[in-house]
T-cell receptor, first 113, second 113 residues
Framework: QKEVEQDPGPLSVPEGAIVSLNCTYS??????FMWYRQYSRKGPELLMY????GNKEDGRFTAQVDKSSKYISLFIRDSQPSDSATYLC?????????????FGKGTTLSVSS | EAQVTQNPRYLITVTGKKLTVTCSQN?????MSWYRQDPGLGLRQIYY???????DKGDVPEGYKVSRKEKRNFPLILESPSPNQTSLYFC????????????FGAGTRLSVL
């Protein structure tokens, strides 16, 4: 079983739709959970960051972490064509300086106007 | 503006011809790392450095070298590139304290013929 599993998509939705992106993981030591957004021909940029369990909201974006199920989600409300990108989940254990982030393979999202 | 700068952005070379990809950050981050991104494999860490003169292997270090003589710079060296090193490369940096939020450069697309 891979450490982090992420459905690669592609996922196509109309403008205004609610988008749900998900990752599952196997390492119970993971404490930091991140979502990165990567536009074509660009580097990943941090979108959301959560430590341990719970929800975090930032504008149209909500990140959820369910450590009991080893499952994280990113919800995008009122999706826009500018949200079209690849979304990467990433995670790492706490307090382990030098430990690499473990990335999912990314989900490609296309929002049509 | 806080940023991670990679050069060159695009590079085509031939097998065996030594090359260096430069990476520089202006955020005074201690931690820097190199990733490669391949279709179906996602982002994989090549090398990382926790501070000046401190480097260590990531998940896929074979065929690569790095050095960290200054805090801001972390070049990636391919002494004898091979076609299987054709990939998209990203440099990233973060402070040692405060979790694993990494800031990425824009990427270097390398083709080895």
């Amino acid at each position: 079983q891979k450490e982090v599993e992420q459905d690669p998509g592609p996922l196509s939705v109309p403008e205004g739709a609610i988008v749900s992106l998900n990752c599952t993981y196997s390492n119970s030591a993971f404490q930091y959970f991140m979502w990165y957004r990567q536009y074509s021909r660009k580097g990943p940029e941090l979108l959301m960051y959560t430590y341990s369990s719970g929800n975090k909201e930032d504008g149209r974006f909500t990140a959820q972490v369910d450590k009991s199920s080893k499952y994280i989600s990113l919800f995008i409300r009122d999706s826009q064509p500018s949200d079209s990108a690849t979304y990467l989940c990433a995670m790492s254990p706490a307090n382990q300086a030098g430990t690499a982030l473990i990335f999912g393979k990314g989900t490609t999202l296309s929002v049509s106007s | 503006e806080a940023q991670v700068t990679q050069n060159p952005r695009y590079l085509i070379t031939v097998t065996g011809k030594k090359l260096t990809v430069t990476c520089s950050q202006n955020m005074n981050h201690e931690y820097m790392s190199w990733y490669r991104q391949d279709p179906g494999l996602g982002l994989r860490q090549i090398y990382y450095s926790m501070n000046v003169e401190v480097t260590d292997k990531g998940d896929v270090p074979e065929g690569y070298k790095v050095s960290r003589k200054e805090k801001r710079n972390f070049p990636l060296i391919l002494e004898s590139p091979s076609p299987n090193q054709t990939s998209l490369y990203f440099c990233a940096s973060r402070p040692l304290a405060g979790g694993d939020i990494q800031y990425f450069g824009a990427g270097t697309r390398l083709s080895v013929l």
